[in-house]
């Protein structure tokens, strides 16, 4: 699909073109695609030649031109580049030029924007959204996790022209990061999951973290939705911070298990490993009833953000609320399915992507819900280290071991010394611990028995697939 040509990119980065540089290159060219790494294939493309703390994007035109690039924004011609097949635009800043990018893309599309952010939550609701919106008509989202200063202009500079409904998951980890986001993306609904501890080693305190979430409202389009949970401890702070950010007090819709809720889950019924039937209380009073293909409270929760999202803007809201079931957990986010290991039946629960307080204790809270519905014989959880915690680590890690007492978890694999050291006062018998996770993947077989759930979690760095990936290499399984 085309997004670009010499008009737009001349209107989109007039301001900031180097003195005496002019757009003029033929005005039939057309292209499909904004890139910034010249590794990926991308046909018919502008490249965006970023400068980072360790790469520089100018240094990697060649490669740009081999994966497809027509175009290159640049702040300046690298030394010995003579390639006269690909158009140059110079400018002052080629990250504001992405920006810039996003800026004329957002302002020239017709789409509800809907924002997303929280602790925990953000990119499955995210891709819970996309799937159903799907069924509303043409739906764009940002791919994985780009949601930060540099991964949202990207994809909202890569928002099809005829997008209907645009899907944006934000991220942050520090204080007045998500504020130039939300007004780059100006959504007409703006959405926090929930507030916990994550990232808190850049943080005050969960406060300041909700304050740094609640920057989500500063971008939302006049009459736009706030939607907050009304589950977590942080909703009344984050509603009183919506309204100061103007937004109208009808406007701000709560969502839980809570009996206050606008949109309250009153029923949840797992029938299988990857089957809730859900029922859930509109605001008007109505119960409608729907099936999440998940059975992660988390999940199950966060759906009621997709209904609201539906009442508002679907065009067929019976389909949008039978595609609830389309979505499933993706690998490293909550995916359940069976391995089987020398005649051995184990149920994996991949929730390797990362780790927090909040995730590792929904997790584990799931695995025990599943050991006694599915009539499991033991959960073995193994558990990595949680990162950026700064000086609550030892005590934030602590609480994750009494949550593997709390659920009586059989026998723990734990990864990393924060969690070596917080398992001091575990009985021996019970947990076995490990400096990493290709040690534990080593010999992570000696410790499974049939009919056994096996839960995996930890922090991107401590690199839990590991686990996972010698799982299936034992079963055979791909």
Not at 93 to 106: C, F
Not at 371 to 382: E, Y
Request: with cysteine; glycine share 6%.
């Amino acid at each position: 699909m085309i997004l670009w040509n010499a008009e737009s990119l001349n209107q989109s980065l007039r301001d900031i073109l180097v003195e005496a540089n002019s757009i003029n290159f033929d005005k039939n060219l057309n292209f499909e695609e904004v890139f910034i790494d010249s590794r990926k294939p991308c046909a018919n493309s502008i490249f965006v030649a970023l400068k980072g703390e360790n790469t520089d994007g100018h240094h990697f035109l060649n490669q740009a031109i081999q994966a497809g690039a027509k175009l290159a924004i640049v702040s300046h011609i690298p030394e010995n580049f003579s390639d006269s097949n690909l158009i140059l635009i110079l400018v002052k800043d080629t990250l504001e030029a992405l920006k810039k990018l996003a800026q004329y893309s957002r302002n020239r599309s017709k789409a509800k924007i809907i924002a997303i952010t929280g602790s925990v939550g953000k990119t499955g609701t995210k891709e819970m959204l996309k799937t159903v919106f799907l069924s509303q008509g043409k739906t764009y989202a940002n791919t994985g996790n780009f949601n930060n200063h540099i991964g949202l202009p990207l994809s909202l500079a890569n928002m099809p022209i005829d997008c209907e409904y645009g899907i944006f998951e934000m991220g942050m980890n520090h204080l007045g990061e998500i504020e130039p986001l939300s007004k780059l993306a100006k959504p007409h609904v703006a959405i926090i999951t929930n507030v916990g501890p994550v990232h808190i080693e850049f943080f005050k305190d969960e406060q300041e973290i909700a304050l740094a979430k609640s920057e989500i409202f500063l971008g939302l389009q006049a009459g736009g939705l706030a939607l907050i949970n009304r589950d977590n401890p942080h909703f009344e702070y984050l509603y009183n911070r919506a309204k100061l950010c103007n937004i109208n007090e009808e406007n701000i819709i709560n969502f839980g298990t809570s009996h206050r809720a606008n949109y309250q889950i009153i029923n949840q019924e797992i029938k299988g490993p990857n089957h809730t039937q859900v029922s859930l209380k509109l605001k008007n009073g109505n119960v409608i009833s729907y099936q999440v293909s998940c059975t992660n409270q988390g999940v199950v929760v966060n759906s009621a953000i997709v209904v609201i999202v539906l009442e508002f803007f679907a065009k067929n809201f019976n389909n949008g609320i039978e595609a609830i079931k389309d979505y499933f957990n993706s690998a490293g986010r909550g995916k359940v399915f069976e391995i089987n290991i020398n005649n051995k039946n184990i149920l994996v629960i991949d929730d390797s992507y990362n780790a927090s307080v909040l995730s590792v204790k929904a997790g584990i809270e799931h695995a025990s819900n599943l050991k006694k519905i599915l009539n499991k014989k033991r959960i073995i959880c193994a558990l990595g280290d949680m990162l950026e915690l700064g000086d609550k680590s030892a005590e934030l890690h602590e609480k994750v071991i009494g949550y593997v007492k709390e659920f009586n978890i059989d026998f723990t694999i734990l990864v990393g010394k924060n969690m070596a050291q917080a398992s001091s006062e575990m009985e021996p018998n019970n947990c076995k611990t490990f400096a990493n996770s290709q040690e534990a993947s080593e010999i992570i077989n000696n410790f499974l028995e049939d009919e056994d759930i096996i839960y995996i979690k930890g922090s991107r760095g401590t690199k839990m697939e590991k686990i996972l990936e010698k799982l299936t290499k034992y079963s055979g399984a791909h």
